[in-house]
């Protein structure tokens, strides 16, 4: 079904076909016509992690993608501004200026991480959020009327603390990171695992959301309450779709479940039948270029920006990152050749480790 080798090698080409041989290595693009962007060069950083071949670059290659990655940090806020994303590229309707940089930024600190960099200033774009009860608030304001908008929001805020963490040392955020941690246990639902203060939204908003807070437990070594039920919210979702759903929400099912299940033991049967039962239709979103496109019925954007825009069916950095991360997990559970030729997940989520059990 999946010969991983000349995966990885197309993978690898489609790569190069979208890198600027004109300047320095590390500057890719989105699509051929598009500006060159630094999330993109994000997305194949994490990318080439994910596939093992991080190690293959020269050390000048490295030297150059991370100065690069690094320079492009803003010194006044410590977020990584695309100099492309204008206030006329953006055509989200639920996207703001400020989820869009937040966002963003995760990507590039996670890449600037996983080539062996750090950041060079610290993130004070969320100096507001130390103060004590201004976490509380903070949370207490995001739009959970839809959960898996407002959860995009619960992981930016704790990618960023962290990483301004290992630049400042500042207790203050360790003491805000308590009080995330606080209201999220305050808020979890009995039923579901996850988090919906307002009760509106489907179970999918929940898990899609769910899984980025999730995600900020793993970070910051915290112990993961009811990892049963949501265990099953990820497999009833699954079930829902029914089959492979596009960008990013397969790595949200199978890295709640797979992850969970691995860490505590639970349910080894029903995800291994879902992972095996999906893997048909994910496949099919891989195309003869290498990268992964969304779906084969509508265009694609990421976070509704016209520089990560693509065609029907074309592949895309967003949906490749994604798609190879959920088969790096389902390679953790089913023998599909990957790890032989080098697929792992990453040790990572953007600055946090992974939980040391899964390591």
Request: glycine fraction near 8%.
């Amino acid at each position: 079904m999946l010969n991983s080798n000349q995966y990885k090698q197309n993978l690898l080409q489609y790569f190069e076909s979208l890198r600027n041989k004109e300047k320095h290595y590390g500057v890719y693009h989105y699509k051929k016509g598009l500006p060159d962007t630094i999330w993109s060069s994000a997305y194949v950083a994490l990318t080439r992690s994910l596939i093992g071949e991080l190690e293959y670059i020269s050390q000048e290659d490295r030297s150059e993608w991370l100065s690069y990655l690094e320079n492009s940090q803003d010194p006044e806020t410590g977020l990584f501004l695309e100099p492309t994303m204008t206030k006329e590229s953006m055509t989200s309707k639920i996207h703001t200026a400020q989820l869009a940089k937040w966002h963003g930024s995760t990507f590039v600190n996670g890449a600037i991480h996983v080539l062996g960099g750090d950041l060079k200033y610290p993130v004070s774009d969320i100096n507001f959020l130390k103060e004590k009860g201004k976490m509380t608030a903070y949370l207490d304001s995001l739009p959970w009327e839809d959960p898996w908008l407002a959860g995009n929001y619960t992981y930016d805020i704790g990618c960023l603390l962290g990483f301004d963490y290992r630049v400042t040392e500042d207790i203050h955020n360790l003491d805000a990171m308590d009080e995330f941690f606080l209201w999220h246990n305050k808020y979890q639902k009995n039923d579901t695992g996850f988090w919906n203060p307002t009760e509106k939204g489907s179970l999918a908003q929940e898990l899609y959301g769910g899984y980025h807070s999730l995600m900020v437990y793993w970070m910051f070594d915290k112990e993961v309450l009811l990892p049963d039920k949501m265990i099953k919210s990820a497999l009833n979702v699954y079930q829902q779709n029914g089959s492979s759903t596009g960008c990013c929400q397969d790595m949200d099912i199978f890295d709640t479940a797979i992850s969970l299940y691995r860490q505590y033991g639970m349910m080894d049967y029903e995800i291994r039948k879902a992972a095996e039962d999906i893997l048909p239709s994910l496949l099919d979103k891989l195309n003869p270029d290498g990268g992964f496109c969304n779906d084969r019925k509508n265009t694609f954007s990421d976070l509704g920006w016209t520089n990560h825009m693509v065609g029907i069916g074309e592949s895309a950095l967003t949906c490749t990152y994604f798609n190879t991360f959920t088969l790096s997990l389902m390679e953790e559970i089913l023998e599909l050749g990957l790890q032989d030729a080098g697929f792992r997940h990453m040790d990572t989520y953007c600055h946090g480790i992974r939980p040391k059990c899964l390591l």
